[in-house]
Each structure stands twice: as C-alpha cells, then as structure tokens.
C-alpha cells in the first residue's frame, strides 16, 4: 500500500518505540514521537510539548502494565491529548504484547477510535452504574468491559479505571446500554 492510499493522521502519534512506530507507519501516514520507555529523556518531553502545542497528540501505548504507566505519566503533562487503546488480544504475538505485533487493521482502527477528554463528564457513571451495566460484580464483568472497551476504543481496565474512562470521554449510558445488550445476546447465542 502506497502512503497516498494509508489513512493519514494529522496529529503525532506518541508510541514507546521504533518497533512501534514500524507498525504505526505500515498501516497510516503518521508522524511518531517514541518515549525509548519509561525513563522519558527531557528533549523527548519538550518534542511532545511542541507537538501537543501546535498539530495535537495521540498516545498510543502497549497494553501492559509498563504501557499504561507511561500513557498516565504523558496524560499527567497533556491532559487534553488523543488516547488510543489497543486490546491486549489484538498487540499478542508468541507470548509478547506490543503495538509492534498489531495488524495494520487493528491500529488502524484503534487510531480511528482515538478520544479525547471531554469538558466536563457527560454521563457521570457512578459505581451503581457499573454494577448495572454488569462491567464490576458479576462473574463476568472482565469479559463485559474487555468487550465494551473495545468497542468502544477505550481499552481495557479494572472496574474504577473504566468508569473514570467512560467519564472523562464522554461515553453516555445508551452507549454501554447498547453494547451490554449486544454482549448479553452474544452470550446467549454461545450458551445455546
């Protein structure tokens, strides 16, 4: 696929590495700004300012511990960037989780489903919501907010962590309403 063919992105996308941008550039036209891990050098944090500043940012870690921990400390400076979420199913290759081990359709996808926080929460989920919904005290609330999450492109999280995801993009309850319904009938379906 030639790049006038690839979906561009008008913002940079902030990745841990250049494996990861490897995989970015292979399914958009993109530019990556890659924080080398954890230990992000200041040099690197002053090209993320520049970007967030003038074209905007896409953080678009892995989806492991270390990825989240690096997506937090980014979100902490730019509050206002994109978040990209990749489930841990679709970045799984022999045992490694990566944006690196993506398909071209998943990262595509993932980066079309790119959200920002909102002005103020829309929906307000409280707790009692999330236990509803079935995303926390039940057997299979896991399973419910992997899926709604990835339907949702926001990734996913543990019970607290999603609520506060849900809030701060905006998500409203038709929304879960919707995709619970719709996980509940596929879940029927397998049981029968």
Do not use: C
């Amino acid at each position: 696929m030639n790049k006038s063919n690839k979906n561009r992105i008008k913002e940079i996308v902030v990745v841990e590495g250049r494996d990861d941008t490897a995989a970015i550039k292979r399914s958009v036209d993109a530019l990556t700004i890659e924080t080398h891990g954890y230990g992000i050098r200041q040099e690197t944090w002053d090209l993320i300012a520049k970007a967030y500043e003038t074209v905007g940012i896409i953080v678009f870690t892995d989806p492991d511990h270390a990825g989240e921990q690096i997506r937090r400390r980014i979100m902490e400076r730019f509050p206002d960037a994109g978040e990209a979420f990749l489930d841990k199913a679709s970045a799984e290759k022999d045992g490694d989780i990566g944006i690196e081990n993506a398909a071209p359709e998943s990262i595509r996808q993932a980066l079309a489903k790119a959200h920002r926080a909102k002005a103020e929460d829309a929906a307000g989920f409280t707790a009692e919501d999330m236990f509803r919904f079935g995303l926390t005290g039940a057997g299979d609330s896991a399973e419910r907010r992997k899926y709604i999450g990835k339907a949702l492109g926001i990734g996913y999280a543990n019970g607290k962590t999603f609520m506060a995801r849900l809030n701060r993009f905006g998500i409203t309850r038709e929304q879960v309403d919707e995709l619970t319904r719709i996980f509940n009938d596929k879940r029927n379906q397998t049981e029968i």
